[in-house]
C-alpha cells in the first residue's frame, strides 16, 4: 500500500507544481502518440517544467503510452496489494485448556473426536 500511496503522491505533486502532467515529446513520438502543446490534463515538458522527471516519460509501446514514476510505483503496489491478498492465511491458533480435577468435559474444551486423526 506504501507503493501505492508514493505513487499517487509522486503524481500528484507533478500536476500540481505544472498545471498539468507534464509528458515527453520524445516519449510520446516513441510510442506514435502525436505531440500537441497541451490538452487539459497534460502540458508538454519544457525548460520551465518542475521536476519533469515525475511526469510522463516512459513509453511503453506495447500499451500505446507514456507513463510516470509514479504510474509505475501505483501498479506495482496494486499487483503486490492482489499478491498479498491471494496468499492463504493460517488457521487461528487454538488454545487448550488445562484439565482441572472435578471439571467436566465440555465446558469450553474440544471434544476428543475434534483432535482425532483422520488420516
Do not use: K
Not at 492482489?82 to 474440544?110: D, F, I, K, N, Y
Amino acid at each position: 500500500m506504501t507503493c501505492v500511496l508514493a505513487g499517487a503522491g509522486a503524481n500528484a505533486l507533478a500536476i500540481l507544481l505544472n498545471g498539468g502532467m507534464p509528458y515527453s515529446a520524445t516519449a510520446a513520438r516513441a510510442v506514435g502518440l502525436t505531440v500537441d502543446d497541451e490538452t487539459v490534463r497534460n502540458t508538454v515538458a519544457g525548460e520551465d517544467t518542475r521536476l519533469p522527471w515525475l511526469g510522463d516519460v516512459i513509453p511503453v509501446p506495447s500499451l500505446g503510452a507514456v507513463v510516470s514514476v509514479g504510474d509505475l510505483l501505483i501498479a506495482v503496489g496494486l499487483v503486490g496489494l492482489v499478491a498479498s491478498l491471494m496468499r492463504p492465511r493460517p488457521l487461528p491458533h487454538r488454545r487448550w485448556r488445562a484439565r482441572v480435577p472435578g471439571r467436566q468435559e465440555g465446558g469450553g474444551t474440544w471434544p476428543r473426536s475434534a483432535c482425532a486423526d483422520w488420516s
